[in-house]
């Protein structure tokens, strides 16, 4: 990709640069409570891109990526707690580590069935990580979750008194997760990828080791997932398994990524910079109302992407850009 | 010689579908497998790509036995093969399914691109390469397969009636189609029923009846051969070879 003077006066070229400069400077106006909305919105891209490479192009639906989500968030805690770990080596080193030997097991057990029976089978790699994590309690503090130990505005540790910097890394784990994507999809691995999600029986003919594929981009994915995980510690402070094991949090990967676009680079960031937003003003507008009223809204917007863009709305989203882009000024070479 | 079969035995419950088969390829070769419906012929191509594994026998590939390999490493070793139903990839374009099989030798985009619209151009395809696989008519999603499977650069390549439901015409093009593809030193098993078309390419035929070969031979010898006539050809067939000659 060349980027010259000439790509900047050109609306494919101006568009995205001022809305990433638009990125870079919204945490020096927003208010503190957007700015959480905003960074949830970042966050989630990043974790339901990670689902994106197995569920997406490799068309494996894992309903157990908060497996390796609840691993990178209880290494990043536990290992500070108990040794003064800091969580870049405790929760992505070692918690990712962790993930991506639990995803070979789960690629060992799981990859043997195919489509719902895969899905269903991951289902219960996170429900067995959830309930050990639930049930160890002299280790993991159990059901009562854990508090991170506090130590101040530390890069080290991970931990910041503004929410500024959280909002600046999780936009670089956004970028880095699309770029990672954007990476194996023009890739062999990625033509693999797909490859089996049309047609795994075909592919093998063709030289195509499915297993291999698969497991490469399921430990791919675990390990992105483990550094979200991290993050998510390092940002709420607080861990239980119910929720960072939860079946909740691996379906809402999924989903995002399916509202938006599987298999697509731009797919999981539209999903989650439509769904995190909605979930949030849904629950702020209607939750002091009536019970579940904001669930109710929220559920019927997912019926309606469903009903009316069953491919996600990356298409949709993607046709109004490019006519968005004809109506601006532009300087012709 | 390539391809060395011995005594393969393949049973699927109460049916014997593959019966102590015996039969070889030579390098270069054309060889046909004809026999009626269930008589086992897809089964044997099965057998020999890896997708199942046969309960006796050997299947030696360049004097390898590959019995026990799986599919993937099967096409490394250089087999590959079509589907009796093609099974494109149906959501990708001709050049991405065919770029698939290219990978097989290179991990290079742009080397697997090449390859495969070469590949194209050589089926016939190259002016249909960025249409969907699922937006081509049935004809060339078989080209397609062709294509794909070419594109991993066999020694031998097993082609599952190719030419089912072709009229004369599309029929001639593929006659001329294996007959380029063998001219590039690749050698062929064809299961086919069009038998006109099989006796015209291959010089050694092999035909299979319940699992069991009945016969093996020349095209003028399995023509007559009383055994073939009974289970495949039919008694209509010897009437019409009697009024020809």
Same mark, same amino acid.
């Given at each position: ?8 006066t ?6 995205? +640069?001022? &809305? ?8 020096l106006? $927003?208010?503190?409570?957007? !700015?959480?909305?905003? *960074? @949830? ?25 908060a ?13 500070t707690?108990?040794?003064?770990i800091p ?45 050990v ?24 540790? +991970?931990? &910041? ?9 999780? $936009?670089?784990?956004?970028? !880095?997760?699309?770029y *990672? @994507?954007?990476k ?40 992105l ?8 510690a ?17 379906i809402?990967?999924?989903?995002i990524?399916?509202?938006g ?9 539209i999903?989650?910079?439509l ?22 809204v929220?559920?019927?917007l997912?019926?309606?992407?469903v ?10 989203v ?16 | ?6 005594n ?28 009626p ?7 044997v191509?099965?057998?020999?790509t ?11 590939f ?30 990708m ?12 030798r ?17 089926v ?22 062709v294509a ?8 031998l ?11 004369p015409?599309e029929?001639?093009?593929?006659v001329s ?37 009945i ?9 007559s ?13 010897r ?7």
């Amino acid at each position: 990709m060349q980027i010259s003077v000439k790509s900047f006066t050109h609306p494919k070229g101006y568009v995205p +640069l001022t &809305f990433f400069i638009f990125l870079l400077i919204l945490p020096l106006f $927003l208010p503190t409570y957007f !700015l959480h909305i905003a *960074i @949830t919105m970042l966050f989630f891209a990043f974790v339901s891109e990670a689902w994106n490479i197995i569920g997406g192009y490799a068309g494996q639906l894992s309903l157990g990526n908060a497996a390796f989500f609840g691993l990178g968030a209880y290494g990043a805690v536990l290992l500070t707690h108990y040794y003064n770990i800091p969580p870049w080596i405790g929760g992505i080193v070692i918690g990712g580590a962790a993930a991506v030997v639990l995803s070979l097991i789960t690629g060992l057990v799981c990859f043997r069935l195919r489509s719902h029976y895969f899905a269903i089978s991951t289902l219960a790699i996170g429900e067995v990580m959830r309930l050990v994590f639930l049930n160890q309690r002299q280790i993991t503090f159990g059901a009562e979750g854990i508090t991170i130990p506090y130590k101040g505005n530390s890069i080290l540790y +991970l931990q &910041f008194l503004s929410k500024a910097p959280y909002y600046y890394i999780a $936009l670089a784990l956004m970028l !880095l997760g699309m770029y *990672i @994507t954007w990476k194996i999809g023009k890739s062999r691995l990625g033509h693999y990828l797909v490859a089996i999600n049309q047609n795994q029986d075909a592919a093998e003919v063709v030289g195509v080791n499915s297993a291999r594929a698969k497991q490469i981009a399921l430990s791919v994915s675990a390990f992105l997932t483990a550094v979200g995980g991290t993050f998510y510690a390092q940002y709420i402070y607080f861990i239980d398994p119910d929720f960072v094991f939860g079946l909740g949090l691996s379906i809402e990967f999924a989903l995002i990524a399916i509202v938006g676009g599987v298999g697509t680079v731009m797919g999981p960031v539209i999903g989650s910079f439509l769904l995190r937003p909605a979930m949030e003003s849904t629950n702020a507008l209607l939750g002091a109302t009536y019970m579940g009223v904001h669930l109710i809204v929220y559920g019927g917007l997912l019926i309606a992407v469903v009903m009316f863009k069953p491919e996600g709305l990356v298409g949709w989203v993607g046709g109004l850009y490019e006519r968005f882009l004809e109506l601006l000024p532009r300087k012709e070479n | 010689m390539l391809l060395e079969v011995q005594n393969l035995n393949k049973r699927f419950g109460g049916l014997q579908a593959v019966n102590n088969l015996v039969f070889g390829a030579e390098e270069g070769e054309i060889v046909g497998l004809i026999g009626p419906n269930g008589a086992g012929k897809t089964t044997v191509f099965n057998l020999i790509t890896g997708v199942y594994i046969p309960d006796s026998g050997v299947i030696r590939f360049q004097g390898k036995n590959i019995v026990g390999l799986k599919p993937y490493q099967i096409c490394m070793k250089g087999i590959c093969r079509t589907f009796q139903i093609a099974q494109p990839f149906r959501e990708m374009t001709a050049l991405r399914n065919v770029m698939t099989g290219a990978f097989s030798r290179t991990a290079d985009v742009e080397k697997a691109k090449r390859k495969a619209e070469e590949v194209l151009d050589f089926v016939g395809l190259g002016g249909k390469k960025d249409v969907l696989a699922r937006e081509l008519t049935a004809i060339d999603q078989r080209r397609l397969e062709v294509a794909r499977a070419l594109a991993t650069n066999p020694h031998l390549l097993l082609l599952d009636e190719t030419m089912a439901g072709l009229n004369p015409k599309e029929c001639d093009e593929a006659v001329s189609l294996v007959n380029r593809i063998r001219n590039k030193g690749v050698t062929l098993i064809m299961v086919e029923h069009v038998v006109k078309v099989i006796m015209s390419l291959s010089k050694k035929i092999l035909v299979l009846d319940y699992g069991t070969k009945i016969a093996e031979g020349k095209a003028e010898d399995i023509r007559s051969n009383e055994n073939v006539i009974k289970a495949y050809l039919g008694e209509e067939y010897r009437r019409a070879i009697r009024q020809q000659y």
